[in-house]
């Protein structure tokens, strides 16, 4: 049981580059997030998923696509990277009560 | 949507003290409100949490209470160690998956 995996742990993109960051759960679990960490702004809920093929916008959803095809895997998209979408990236899962973060991804958009 | 504030965002206490963190909630509908610890580095992780319908929950040093009323909810750490050195947040949900976190409190204790 590996709980939520993300990958890769660390990136660095050019300006205007797409990237797709991973995020798996063997948990069987609903409900998947994705957070962005910036400093002295807490997380903030960018996309979510209540169950495969839905999928719904968050507090800063500009810039990022999400599909959820299956229960297991929920990807974040950037479209056209820019400085701003520097961050730590943290995808979560749970049944709607407790949930469990992955390791996060540190993006670099330089 | 939800907002929640959280305060104070640092705060150092000898090691043995007390630490207490305050959270309020704008949206009177949210009824579930769970503490993440986040050490450097590293994921945030569940410590403990509460539902609306309880006042006061405790899992041995760490305690949370909630006021539905005045919508605030805080964190009691007891007798701190030096490993209780970390961010906390809080957050707010009506259940599902739309969470509303915190800015987060960096807590030091000081042997």
């Known amino acids: 049981n590996a709980g939520v995996t993300q990958t890769p742990k660390f990136q660095v993109l050019k300006t205007g580059q797409s990237m797709t960051l991973q995020c798996a759960q063997d948990?069987?679990?609903?409900?998947m997030s994705w957070y962005r960490q910036d400093p002295g702004m807490g997380l903030r809920l960018i996309h979510y998923?209540?169950?495969?093929?839905?999928?719904d916008q968050g507090e800063v959803p500009n810039g990022y696509n999400v599909s959820r095809s299956t229960t297991e895997d929920f990807p974040l998209r950037l479209l056209s990277a820019a400085p701003s979408q520097t961050s730590v990236y943290f995808c979560?899962?749970?049944?709607?009560?407790?949930?469990?973060f992955g390791s996060g991804t540190r993006l670099t958009v330089v | 949507g939800e907002n929640v504030e959280q305060h104070p965002s640092t705060l150092s206490v000898q090691e043995g003290d007390s630490a207490v963190i305050k959270c309020t909630y704008s949206?009177?509908?949210?009824?579930?409100f769970p503490w993440y610890k986040q050490e450097l580095g590293k994921r945030p992780q569940l410590i403990i949490d509460?539902?609306?319908?309880?006042g006061e929950k405790k899992d041995q040093r760490i305690a949370v209470t909630l006021n539905k009323t005045a919508k605030h909810f805080s964190l009691h750490i007891t007798e701190t160690q030096p490993e209780d050195s970390a961010v906390y947040f809080c957050?707010?949900?009506?259940?599902?998956?739309?969470?509303?976190f915190g800015t987060g409190t960096s807590l030091t204790v000081i042997p």
């Open positions: 979560a899962s749970g049944l709607g009560y407790g949930y469990t």
């Open positions: 948990m069987n679990h609903e409900y």
């Open positions: 998923s209540v169950g495969a093929g839905i999928t």
């Open positions: 949206d009177s509908a949210s009824n579930y």
């Open positions: 509460i539902r609306s319908n309880v």
């Open positions: 957050a707010a949900s009506m259940g599902g998956n739309q969470f509303y």
